[in-house]
């Protein structure tokens, strides 16, 4: 149940709905936008006379929700959610946040070198993985906390927000002092004890798409990170399995504006393991600015022939830096900017 109060309801009307909303069994999670508070109640709605909430003071309409996904739904907040970082870069708001790095941390030079690489081609975020999930156990699995350390360092040289990919509960704490934002990988995106845990975490967390999983799915998943209180959910669209086998994926650029029409979360899009080749990165990254993408999370690497892992898929600092470019023409046309 979504229960709308009117713009400018007291926080003696706000507190009433909830203790009502409260005595009849629900949980309530509160959202206060710019111009109103609204008000979704999760749990055992069923039974509630939604008549009795219209007639209360400050409310303006109350709604049942049919979907299964309360919080994640755009009636939890039909203005949009824009995540903000401590530095002050927001994601989905007008700008297009530019996520960039390797898919691994390798080395201090690697790591130092491509976050000065991409910080001068306009990225704000600087992405790697410590910890890594792999196909086969034999593959490099990722240089774990050190490796984190190093990308902290690399990105603070450069003024950047670090994001890594988080595979397991017993990471989020020892993760905590070095990543700005927790990435939830494709294999993991149904792993809900995890998605829990995060969701008592007051950070970030990008969502990844699971290589099969419909997009109900991964607002469902969204929900349970949300459901614990952690609003700041951005999901990420990174390409589904279909019977296309000339790309490593098939990037799915409508997932773009079908996620804006049914949450509010922003949505981010990964054409690196969208496409699994770096000759087909540029054209779906455009594409997925033109659909409305928020962000963008890129695979650049200093020296991307030479890389442990995802070489393939990653662009040279100067492929990244043309992309910037073009994406600085596309965006205006869209009502949007690219930093
Ligand atoms: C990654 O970002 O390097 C990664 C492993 O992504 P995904 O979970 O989308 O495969
Ligand atoms: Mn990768």
Redesign the pocket.
């Known amino acids: 149940m979504i229960v709308a109060m009117q713009e400018h309801a007291t926080e003696e009307q706000i507190d009433g709905v909830i203790e009502k909303m409260v005595e009849s069994g629900v949980n309530v999670h509160r959202t206060t936008g710019t111009t109103q508070t609204i008000l979704a109640g999760v749990g055992p709605t069923s039974a509630l006379d939604i008549d009795e909430f219209k007639l209360m003071s400050g409310v303006l309409s109350v709604h049942r929700i049919s979907s299964p996904y309360k919080l994640a739904g755009r009636a939890f907040r039909p203005e949009g959610t824009i995540v903000e970082f401590n530095n002050g870069i927001r994601i989905g708001g007008d700008e297009i946040a530019m996520m960039a790095g390797p898919?691994?941390i390798e080395s201090r030079d690697q790591i130092f070198l491509t976050a000065k690489q991409v910080r001068e081609g306009g990225a704000s975020f600087l992405?790697g993985?410590a910890f890594?999930?792999r196909s086969s156990p034999y593959a490099f699995q990722g240089m774990g906390i050190p490796g984190l350390k190093l990308m902290r360092e690399a990105a603070d040289s450069q003024g950047l927000l670090c994001i890594s990919?988080v595979m397991e509960i017993s990471q989020i704490e020892p993760m905590l002092p070095y990543v700005d934002c927790f990435?939830v990988?494709?294999?993991?995106m149904q792993n809900f004890n995890l998605l829990r845990e995060l969701g008592k975490v007051r950070k970030p967390v990008l969502l990844?798409r699971g290589?099969a999983a419909t997009l109900e799915e991964l607002l469902l998943s969204a929900e349970y990170i949300m459901a614990g209180g952690n609003y700041d959910v951005i999901l990420?669209e990174?390409?589904i399995r279909t019977f296309e086998t000339y790309t490593r994926n098939t990037m799915d650029i409508s997932a773009i504006p079908i996620i804006h029409k049914l949450s509010h979360l922003p949505m981010t899009a990964?054409p690196?393991?969208g496409t699994g080749r770096r000759d087909k990165v540029a054209p779906m990254a455009r594409a997925s600015v033109a659909a409305g993408a928020d962000a963008l999370?890129i695979?650049v690497h200093c020296n991307p022939d030479k890389a442990w892992?995802?070489g393939a898929q990653s662009l040279a600092p100067e492929q990244f830096t043309t992309l910037m470019a073009e994406l600085r023409i596309i965006a205006p046309a869209v009502g949007r900017r690219i930093g």
């Open positions: 898919c691994s992405r993985g890594k999930p990919e990435q990988g494709a294999r993991n990844k290589i990420c990174r390409g990964d690196s393991h999370l695979e892992s995802d």
